[in-house]
Structure formats: structure tokens, C-alpha cells
């Protein structure tokens, strides 16, 4: 079955620290697994795409790794802002359809305090 | 500038009341697609069309219908609301031929409450 898996749920750090959200997944076969931002009341925005030769993206302070292999990944925030504070959603495209389904988890819901 | 927007962004409604929440693209996309948001949960898609006069159902049942008459336009019909639809609903579109990165752009969400 194909699934995306995150954690944590949810995380609070204070304003300027670094941390990191992962991103499991099980879904084959693989075309692209992207992360989103979503701020509350908002939709998703994506942030980063990576495909299957790509272990690493960079937007701004967010980077993303990719490791194939073991179908996991991570998105680390560099000193972090209050405007960092939203739900962080792991998309995993497979390449199996017409469609190219999408494969979304719960997400992380990080707070970011002052 | 080519954007994708929904109306309303929220809405209160009495249980059995009909509603249409609009999405529209301005992109040019021929691809659409309807997502259910539930709190903490992951987006499910409900619908999607590949173009106009195309319309699916995705993989969780919902009670909604939807039309593309056109292509910018893909609007979502609950003929008669229940408290059980209370949720977000967020309309997203991506490029037909773009399959190898399949970037969808989502609206900003309609969030519905049937009382």
C-alpha cells in the first residue's frame, strides 16, 4: 500500500533555531516527492521537488534531502522565523499513471515562538 | 497574474441547504482536482478532470458532484449539505503534459460548516 509517513506531528521551537522534519514513504514506482508549506486557512504551497537522482535541494533556508534507497526524507529550516510557523506536508508523486497521483502526509504542524 | 482562486473562503450553512463552492484557474491548466482537509489529516482527492466535459471521482467517496464546462472553471455541488461535510475543500490544478513533476497549484481553500 502506499503510504506517506511524517514526524513529528508537531514540534515548537523558539525563533532562530534549526530543526528538521522527516518523511517516509512507500510508494512505488517513484517519480518526485515534494514538500509543501501550508499556513493555516491557506492551501499548500510547494517549497522543494526532488527526483529520484537528486539527494539534496536547496530553497532559501529550507533543504531538502532525498535518500532513495532507504524512501526517506528530510526538510531542515535554518534559523527559523515566526513566518516559519505552518503545517509541512510530504507529497510523494508516483510515475505508475496517467494522472500522476499524489501521495500526501498529515503533515507537521511546526510552531515557532518568539 | 496567474493565479488559482475558490469562493467562499467560509461558509456556514444549515443542514440540507444546496452549495456551489467555485474554483477557477487563470493558468491555463487543463488538469483540476478537489481535496477534502480535514483537521491534522492528510488532503484526499474526491475529483479531478483531465479537461473540459472530464470529470472522475478520486479516491474518497464523496457526495459531491462537479462539472468543467470550461476550462478555467471547475465548480463543486453538494445538493444537499449535511453535518458529515463539515471540512475544507481545496482546488488545485497542474499542467496536462507535465508529468514528470506534477506541481499542483492549490487555491486557498473553502472551509465549510453545515450546521
Known amino acids: 500500500k502506499n503510504q506517506v509517513e511524517q514526524s513529528p506531528q508537531s514540534l515548537i521551537i523558539l525563533e532562530g533555531k534549526n530543526c528538521t522534519l522527516q518523511?517516509?514513504?512507500?510508494?512505488?514506482?517513484?517519480?518526485?516527492l515534494r514538500w509543501y508549506k501550508q499556513d493555516t486557512g491557506r492551501g499548500p504551497v510547494s517549497l522543494t521537488i526532488m527526483t529520484f537522482s537528486e539527494n539534496t535541494k536547496s530553497n532559501g533556508r529550507y533543504t531538502a534531502t532525498l535518500d532513495a534507497d532507504t524512501k526517506q526524507s528530510s526538510l531542515h529550516i535554518t534559523a527559523s522565523q515566526l513566518s516559519d510557523s505552518a503545517s509541512y506536508i510530504c507529497v510523494v508523486s508516483d510515475r505508475g499513471s496517467t494522472l500522476g497521483r499524489l501521495y500526501f502526509g498529515r503533515g507537521t504542524q511546526l510552531t515557532v515562538w518568539p | 497574474e496567474a493565479d488559482i482562486y475558490q469562493t467562499p473562503r467560509y461558509l456556514v450553512i444549515g443542514t440540507g441547504k444546496k452549495i456551489t463552492l467555485e474554483c477557477s484557474q487563470t493558468?491555463?491548466?487543463?488538469?483540476m482536482y478537489w481535496y477534502q482537509q480535514d483537521p491534522g489529516m492528510e488532503l484526499h482527492l474526491i475529483h479531478y478532470?483531465?479537461?473540459?466535459?472530464?470529470?472522475e471521482k478520486g479516491d474518497l467517496s464523496s457526495e459531491s458532484t462537479v462539472s468543467r464546462i470550461r476550462t478555467e472553471h471547475f465548480p463543486l455541488t453538494l445538493e444537499s449539505a449535511r453535518p458529515s461535510h463539515t471540512s475544507q475543500y481545496l482546488c488545485?490544478?497542474?499542467?496536462?503534459?507535465?508529468?514528470?513533476?506534477?506541481?499542483?497549484?492549490f487555491g486557498p481553500g473553502t472551509r465549510l460548516t453545515v450546521l
Open positions: 518523511c517516509n514513504y512507500t510508494v512505488s514506482p517513484f517519480s518526485n
Open positions: 493558468m491555463g491548466h487543463d488538469k
Open positions: 478532470s483531465y479537461g473540459v466535459n472530464s470529470t
Open positions: 488545485a490544478s497542474s499542467e496536462l503534459r507535465d508529468r514528470g513533476s506534477n506541481e499542483q497549484f
